[in-house]
T-cell receptor
C-alpha cells in the first residue's frame, strides 16, 4: 500500500519554463512534507519542506504547495534550469521518527 | 565536515555470502536510517536507530540486521545474501527532538550491491 504516490515517472520541460512535480498521499495523519533531489550516483539532498499548517512555502526558484483537502502537494520550479535535471522524491511524516517516500519523478530540463 | 559517508561504494556478492555495510556521520545526529532504492519503488526504510544502542525495524527489515554501538556509526549486515537484495543502499541521519527540522534527513552517497 503506497501511502505517498508520485504518478508521473518522468517529466520533460524546456529551460526557462515552469516545472510542476506532483505528489499525492493517502494518510491523513501526515503533517509534514519534504522534497528531495537526487542526482545519479549521489544520495538524495533536501530541497524544501512544508508543514500542514501552511499551504505554501517558497525558497528562491522552488515553491511547494499543499492542498490538505485533496491530499496533494506540488513542487514548482521557476524558471527551470538544466542543472535541475534530477530525480525528485516527495516524502511525508506523521510526527514519527520516519519518513515515507514516494517513487520519484525524473525531471529533464532541455535547452 | 564529511557529513554522511558509506563504505564500500560498490560490492558484488555471491548468493549465501555475508557482508556488512558501514555508515558514519560526523554531525552528532541522534537518528540514523538505512534505506534501499529499487527501480520504481522509491526509497524504502530497512531499519533505523533513534540513539546509540537502539535499533528498530522499518518497512522491509527481513534478511538484514543492524547495530548502533557508537553514536556516529550504523552498520547494516546481510547474513546470507540473496539476489533479491541487489539494490542501492543509502544511509541517512537526522537530529532528534520535536522540532520539525529533525525530519530533514542527510544522506550518504550510497552503496551499490549486486548479488549473483
Amino acid at each position: 500500500d503506497q501511502q505517498v504516490k508520485q504518478n508521473s515517472p518522468s517529466l520533460s520541460v524546456q529551460e526557462g519554463r515552469i516545472s510542476i512535480l506532483n505528489c499525492d498521499y493517502t494518510n491523513s495523519m501526515f503533517d509534514y512534507f519534504l522534497w528531495y533531489k537526487k542526482y545519479p550516483a549521489e544520495g538524495p539532498t533536501f530541497l524544501i519542506s512544508i508543514s500542514s499548517i501552511k499551504d505554501k512555502n517558497e525558497d528562491g526558484r522552488f515553491t511547494v504547495f499543499l492542498n490538505k483537502s485533496a491530499k496533494h502537494l506540488s513542487l514548482h520550479i521557476v524558471p527551470s534550469q538544466p542543472g535541475d535535471s534530477a530525480v525528485y522524491f516527495c516524502a511525508a511524516s506523521g510526527n514519527t521518527d520516519k519518513l515515507i517516500f514516494g517513487t520519484g519523478t525524473r525531471l529533464q530540463v532541455f535547452p | 565536515n564529511a557529513g554522511v559517508t558509506q563504505t564500500p561504494k560498490f560490492r558484488v556478492l555471491k548468493t549465501g555470502q555475508s557482508m556488512t555495510l558501514l555508515c558514519a556521520q560526523d554531525m552528532n545526529h541522534e537518528y540514523m536510517y538505512w534505506y534501499r532504492q529499487d527501480p520504481g519503488m522509491g526509497l524504502r526504510l530497512i531499519h533505523y536507530s533513534v540513539g546509540e544502542g537502539t535499533t528498530a525495524k522499518g518497512e522491509v527489515p527481513d534478511g538484514y540486521n543492524v547495530s548502533r554501538l557508537k553514536k556516529q556509526n550504523f552498520l547494516l549486515g546481510l547474513e546470507s545474501a540473496a539476489p533479491s537484495q541487489t539494490s542501492v543502499y543509502f544511509c541517512a541521519s537526522s537530529y532528534s527532538g520535536l522540532a520539525r527540522s529533525s525530519y530533514e534527513q542527510y544522506f550518504g552517497p550510497g552503496t551499490r550491491l549486486t548479488v549473483t
